[in-house]
């Protein structure tokens, strides 16, 4: 009782998807990427049924492979499109961060580019992060690479942060 009670109902699946639009590394652009993954829900995948949303970014807050809860690091997670169409990612939340996925980004979210993500292949913090996803005019950001399944997929190239590059959503 407690779980359900803290975390909601085990999810089916976790989701992936995004709104596609490109922003610069402190997210100047467009709004806060909090606000940005609502929006999307919203906008871009109204019809998944989800409870909880967070942005796929690791910060000094919180690393990128504890968004979703331990409880629930053996469920499935799943691409969308805009389209609908939906593509295993991994079988596990826990397989994200093992070195490669079952299918890239552009593949599981439709066409698509590098992201943004400050994540390390394990999935904690990466050093480069545009000072905690606040600064476009120094440092860098980890970036993750749209093609690929293995681990650049979450940590591919340091990019500067004035460079635009999209945003991946998780939702649960």
């Not at 389209?83 to 994200?96: A, N």
């Not at 440092?139 to 293995?150: F, I």
Request: with cysteine; hydrophobic share 30%; net charge negative.
């Amino acid at each position: 009782m407690h779980t359900i009670a803290k975390y909601g109902p085990e999810p089916d699946s976790i989701y992936f998807f995004s709104d596609y639009i490109t922003d610069d590394g402190a997210f100047s652009v467009n709004g806060d990427p909090e606000s940005r993954c609502r929006e999307a829900l919203e906008t871009t995948v109204p019809f998944l049924m989800v409870s909880r949303i967070e942005p796929l970014l690791s910060t000094y807050e919180r690393d990128a492979r504890d968004i979703v809860p331990s409880i629930y690091s053996h469920v499935k997670v799943i691409g969308v499109t805009q389209t609908g169409i939906k593509t295993q990612i991994s079988s596990s939340w826990t397989g994200l961060w093992d070195g490669a996925i079952d299918a890239s980004m552009n593949t599981a979210l439709g066409p698509f580019s590098d992201y943004w993500t400050g994540t390390n292949i394990d999935g904690t913090l990466y050093s480069e992060n545009c000072s905690n996803w606040s600064d476009n005019t120094i440092s860098a950001g980890a970036t993750g690479l749209e093609t690929s399944n293995t681990s650049s997929w979450i940590n591919s190239v340091d990019s500067p942060c004035n460079n635009s590059f999209s945003l991946i959503c998780v939702g649960y």
